[in-house]
């Protein structure tokens, strides 16, 4: 049993972050007097690779002094679409991409990637890899995060995406327990409800975790997501003993450590308050709990939970097993960080633009293949904009259109999101003058000016080329005249890898992991 005082048990119960670069005086005010032990990292903490080794040794270094035991630092490293690293490091491609490209093998190799680069950074705990099942092609928050729509693709994959993380020695853990990939409302900004039996579950969702769990997953991580069924009470699955703790450990075995999703996620905050979600969360038998952007509320929480067990509606019991599980974790996985040389390393760059190489999947083909582009070819679409909390800001500093124009030569058109009609007008004003017409949808099955502007454009008489750069499933009702080509991300390492295909000189050949009907 842990020999800590109750407010040090307290505070290694919760994780915390801060907005800048630099740790903030009130997340250090939140070390001190709350005794949090543990750090969410996101983009906006990371400016580049020697920044944040200094970081995280700061970071150490405060709360080993202030709690008496390392601090679990965190990050949302998944690839694609989630990733927190800067350029000068390997973000490796997300989840669909791998699955589409290189199988299990890439997995593998990108868990070894991005573990060797996290030891070298000082970052020890991964939240990742995401084992959603992406049945519903309406789902707005994960898609390309997933491996796949088919359970036993997706445990095959992120397991193997695990192993190569633990054997660089780096903490992860499955998400989003117990599924949020049949959804289509994201629990960032809603309340999410999953209206299904076990039964149900178990053929589906259960499937990928009941994998991990089995593979020796160390972490999960629940989803503020009503599942009526399994919790008739009206509490999202992180707030519930019944999936926490009677399904998650009793039923499926799970030892290891329970995290929760961000407590300032709006199906929290919005609908039971994120001070109270934390205290249930504790009660349901999550171990970790995440309030990630707010220090002062992140104390708020702390003292909410020592006065719930000072007033002995917390168990003690409970709490003590909760904190030896997580120092045993502590202990285990605080190594000494590799050099920082290990980070970005020429290597780990290769299998990047590679595993892109081999995810570029073609959807659809007219009889004569892909167009040629010709002498004045038009491309089209919008910047890469923030579809989900989950992904990093906006980064306006490159576009689809601006990039493959300046690299293949023609015009370029970038729109707004959901373009309006005057921009299709616009659009295929340019279109009568191209050779060939290449437009680049972002979520598109999503927004209905891309709809629009996909049919418009199919019909303007110009050979036309689509890349889906996010969801594949913008590609579902591609026209027979239109070649498709699914990259799965809006990164610059993916527009390389789609400029290659569209001067012939890589032939993708990826296989799509998801139905799009």
């Known amino acids: 049993m842990s ?7 307290i505070g290694q119960r919760i994780v915390a972050g801060f907005p800048g670069p630099a740790m903030s005086p009130e997340f250090v005010e939140l070390v001190r007097r709350h005794k949090v032990a543990n750090v969410i990292l996101f983009r906006a903490n990371v400016e580049d690779r020697a920044q944040l080794r200094r970081l995280c040794g700061e970071i ?35 989840a669909m991409a791998l699955s589409a490209g ?25 939240l990742a890899p995401d084992m959603d099942v992406n049945s519903n092609p309406a789902n707005p928050v994960i898609g390309v995060r997933s491996y796949s729509d088919d359970p036993a693709r997706v445990a095959r994959m992120g397991t193997a995406m695990m192993r190569g993380l633990l054997e660089e ?5 499955a998400k989003h327990f117990p599924g949020h990939g049949d959804t289509d409302v994201d629990s960032h900004l809603g309340l999410p409800k999953v209206d299904k039996s076990l039964e149900e579950l178990e053929r589906t969702e259960l499937v990928p975790f009941t994998a991990a769990i089995r593979a020796g997953i160390p972490g999960v991580m629940s989803s503020h997501i009503l599942f009526p069924q399994l919790e008739p009470e009206g509490k999202p699955a992180t707030m519930s003993r019944r999936i926490m703790t009677d399904l998650l450990r009793r039923k499926l075995g799970f030892e290891g450590l329970v995290v929760s999703d961000c407590m300032q996620m709006q199906a ?26 707010d220090a002062a509320l992140a104390g708020q929480a702390a003292e909410a939970l020592l006065e719930e067990l000072n007033a002995g509606k917390l168990d003690r019991a409970e709490l003590d097993a909760s904190v030896d599980r997580i120092l045993a974790y502590k202990e285990r996985y605080a190594l000494e960080p590799l050099p920082l040389e290990e980070c970005g390393t020429p290597e780990q760059m290769a299998f990047v633009r590679e595993a892109l190489d081999r995810s570029m999947t073609v959807v659809h083909s007219p009889a004569g293949g892909m167009p040629a582009l010709g ?46 009609e005057g921009e299709i007008g616009q659009a295929l004003e340019l279109a009568k003058e191209a050779s060939c017409v290449v437009l680049g949808s972002y979520n598109g099955h999503l927004k209905p000016g891309q709809r629009a502007m996909a049919r418009a454009l199919a019909g303007c008489g110009r050979p036309m080329i689509q890349v889906a750069l996010r969801n594949p499933y913008d590609l579902a009702d591609t026209p027979e005249q239109v070649w498709a080509l699914a990259a799965y991300e809006y990164t610059p390492q993916s527009l390389d890898a789609v400029c290659r295909v569209l001067a012939g000189r890589l032939r993708p050949a990826g296989v799509l992991p998801v139905k799009l009907k």
Do not use: W
Request: aromatic share 6%; net charge negative.
């Open 3 to 9: 020999l800590l005082d109750d407010r040090r048990k």
């Open 60 to 94: 150490q270094e405060l709360v080993r002094r202030e709690t008496g035991a390392p601090a679990f630092i965190t990050i949302d490293q998944e690839g694609g679409m989630v990733t927190r690293l800067s350029p000068d490091c390997a973000n490796v491609p997300g």
């Open 102 to 126: 290189g199988g299990e093998e890439d997995a593998l190799r990108a868990g070894r990637v991005t573990g060797r680069q996290l030891r070298a950074l000082g970052v020890n705990f991964d």
């Open 169 to 173: 020695g780096v903490l992860c853990c």
């Open 268 to 293: 929290i905050q919005k609908f039971y308050g994120t001070v109270n979600g934390v205290v249930q969360a504790v009660k349901a038998g999550v171990d970790l709990v995440f309030v990630s952007h």
């Open 375 to 420: 002498a004045a070819p038009l491309f089209v679409g919008c910047r890469a904009f923030r579809p989900t909390e989950a992904s990093n800001s906006e980064d306006a500093s490159f576009s689809f259109a601006e990039t493959l124009a300046a690299r293949l030569g023609g015009r370029a058109l970038v729109t707004t999101p959901d373009p309006d």
